[in-house]
């Protein structure tokens, strides 16, 4: 049974950083997909940075240069160093795996599916 928990969320004020953690028990596709998504109240869930099957990362046009995602294979962890945090950065953070996506974007959903954690808070104060 594959389990998805994430860690690492909280406060912080604008420019501070976080890094979030994603722990993938169970999880054993090595040609999977897997990365962080992020929604906030109201909007729809967006891809914020992910590694495709081949293991070439995307960012967001919001996060690119911001962000850095990451994982540790032994460890069967993911995560996300987030510096320079805007307030717009607050959102529901949310670690998945094996999502369906289009061809040409990993950060592109076009379906339910997946594997998915329980989310943690980020809140960025101005």
């Known amino acids: 049974q594959v389990q998805l928990v994430e860690f690492g969320g909280g406060s912080v004020q604008a420019g501070g950083s976080l890094r979030l953690s994603c722990v993938m028990s169970?999880?054993?596709?090595?040609?999977?997909?897997m990365g962080w998504f992020r929604q906030a109240p109201g909007k729809e869930r967006e891809g914020v940075a992910a590694?495709?099957?081949?293991?070439?990362?995307s960012y967001a046009d919001s996060t690119k240069g911001r962000f850095t995602i990451s994982r540790d294979s032994a460890k069967n962890t993911l995560y996300l160093q987030m510096d320079s945090l805007k307030p717009e950065d607050t959102s529901m953070y949310y670690c998945?795996?094996?999502?369906?996506?289009?061809?040409?974007?990993?950060?592109?959903?076009?379906?339910?599916?997946?594997?998915w954690g329980q989310g943690t808070q980020v809140t960025v104060s101005s």
């Open positions: 590694f495709d099957g081949d293991g070439k990362i």
């Open positions: 169970g999880y054993t596709n090595t040609g999977g997909c």
């Open positions: 998945a795996a094996d999502w369906y996506h289009t061809e040409y974007d990993v950060l592109e959903r076009v379906a339910d599916g997946g594997y």
